[in-house]
């Protein structure tokens, strides 16, 4: 059974920082490009950040572009998004994913997704 755990959540004032994790089981953690996903009430879910293996860049949204970074540790089956200078339109819910075919933005093509974290930024 597959499973994606997001944590690192949170309430944090316009300019801080949130650290969000994943924990993936079930799968073969290496092979998945790994993603993150956000979603504002009234909001469709839109791309963030995604990550396949090191020798190939990160995607970014240009919305998040120079202020959140997307990291992996395979030998712990978790990814990362590091977020800073966090702005309040970053609220949403994020939600992690993973794709074992696919390194991109459309959130069809994304295999398996976690249950999500809240991150309300204050302004």
């Known amino acids: 059974q597959v499973q994606l755990v997001e944590s690192g959540g949170g309430l944090v004032q316009a300019g801080g920082s949130l650290r969000l994790s994943c924990a993936a089981s079930?799968?073969?953690?290496?092979?998945?490009?790994m993603g993150w996903f956000r979603q504002a009430p009234g909001k469709e879910r839109e791309f963030v950040a995604a990550?396949?293996?090191?020798?190939?860049?990160?995607d970014y949204a240009d919305s998040v572009k120079g202020r959140f970074t997307i990291s992996r540790a395979n030998a712990k089956n978790t990814v990362y998004l590091q977020m800073n200078s966090l702005k309040p339109e970053d609220t949403a819910i994020y939600y992690c994913a993973a794709a074992r075919v696919y390194f991109g933005r459309e959130v069809r093509r994304y295999d398996y997704w976690g249950q999500g974290t809240q991150v309300t930024v204050s302004s």
């Open positions: 990550i396949f293996w090191e020798e190939i860049s990160p």
């Open positions: 079930g799968i073969t953690f290496s092979s998945y490009v």
